[in-house]
């Protein structure tokens, strides 16, 4: 392994542009590492190995041509080259937040009811004292992050990040008053942190579109301290509980809301994922998000209610289902509406694990 793995992924870390030089690495060094591990592959493992220069560099061979390196001496991961799985994958039309119209428009869903009782669930779990240094990864326009500054105080840190740069500068403005608050454009899968750094780490509604969980879950594990901890707020999709007699047609639109996540039913996997990555779960509660009325006209104060009248419209139009059928679905939800018999639910899903240690 050449000797310069550590200021490559230091150097991925400070730029991810700068990751598609170093899948040149991967290609030039994969046939030697292949012959260290062997017929590992066969054996349905991920095989391994370490850097010569004791840095304790891994890099790992998955069947998807994919090579992670995590280099612990500069204190950096990086993706070091990412291939299609055999056959490729399936297209998706996962949400791009870093549209400013797209993010300004979730900011005004962070601040409805229910959205904001979720919010509350998390902290309660979380348990957030005054001093400690808390990373919300993910933050968005800097809701939940503004909540953290206020509780860990003056003493503490409460620090954001996002790879969107629209939401990096509402969450910027958001903290602007609270100096404990520090807000960073950066990504789930390559925190710009040394070893245990964090008394705590949130993910609210982030792991649904982040691509590879497990090793996001492996960089947290890394920047946690001993005994820190992690809460995962997310959405199972499978959850989704809708009052239509147009079954067909609701399993079509259920098909085009999810399809702009890439992890539309994490929940049931992620006691498996931390087992893997060697961190424990104390705890798990679940969230209802419900509505039995809507405004099929205005805005709704509900989350589901604006599901049904303002997402599932715009996910139908964006996924290339007729529209004749969105206009179906939006008769028949405005009718229940008037009726008295609307009704919506989906769960989302918290999860508290702990780091090993003091």
């Known amino acids: 392994m050449p000797h310069g793995c550590e200021a490559l992924a230091s150097a991925a870390c400070r730029n991810r542009s700068s990751l598609k030089a170093i899948a040149a690495l991967g290609a030039a060094t994969s046939a030697a590492l292949v ?24 890099f790992h061979f998955s069947f998807t041509n994919k090579i992670k390196l995590s280099c612990r ?9 990412e291939a299609a799985a055999p056959g490729g994958s399936k ?9 400013p119209e797209k993010a300004a428009k979730l900011q005004k869903e962070y601040a409805k009811k229910d959205v904001v009782a979720s919010r509350r669930e998390l902290l309660a779990l979380l348990r957030v004292q005054e001093g400690e240094k808390v990373l919300d990864v993910g933050c968005g326009p800097g809701f939940l992050l503004h909540d953290l500054a206020s509780v860990v105080g003056k003493n503490g840190q409460a620090v954001g990040i996002d790879p ?20 960073r454009q950066g990504e789930a899968d390559i925190l710009p942190f040394p070893d245990d750094t964090f008394d705590a780490i949130i993910y609210s509604q982030v792991l649904l579109y982040v691509k590879d969980v497990s090793w996001a879950l492996q960089e947290a594990r890394r920047v946690l301290r001993p005994g820190g901890r992690i809460v995962v707020l997310d959405t199972d999709w499978n959850s989704l509980i809708v009052n239509t007699k147009n079954r067909e047609l609701f399993q079509r639109i259920f098909i085009a809301c999810t399809s702009t996540f890439v992890h539309a039913h994490l929940p049931p996997l992620l006691p498996g994922m931390f087992s893997q990555c060697g961190m424990s779960i104390a705890e798990m509660r679940t969230v209802p998000m419900i509505a039995a009325d809507a405004n099929p006209d205005g805005e709704n104060e509900a989350f589901m209610g604006n599901w049904a009248f303002s997402v ?7 996924y290339g289902i007729a529209e004749a059928d969105t206009q179906m679905w939006i008769k028949e939800q405005t ?19 702990y780091k090993p240690g003091a």
């Open 73 to 81: 001496g500069a204190q950096a991961t990086a993706i070091a080259c």
């Open 164 to 183: 969107s740069e629209a939401m990096c500068d509402m969450a910027t403005q958001r903290v602007s008053t609270l100096n404990q608050a520090d807000v």
């Open 312 to 318: 599932v419209p715009q996910k139908a139009r964006d």
């Open 335 to 353: 009718q229940l509406c008037k009726e008295g018999a609307f009704f919506a639910c989906l769960h989302r899903f918290l999860f508290l694990a």
């Open 91 to 99: 297209e998706t039309l996962v949400t791009n937040w870093g549209n």
């Open 35 to 58: 012959a260290q591990v062997g017929a590992a592959n066969a054996k349905s493992q991920p095989p391994m190995t370490h850097c010569k220069r004791g840095c304790s560099s891994i």
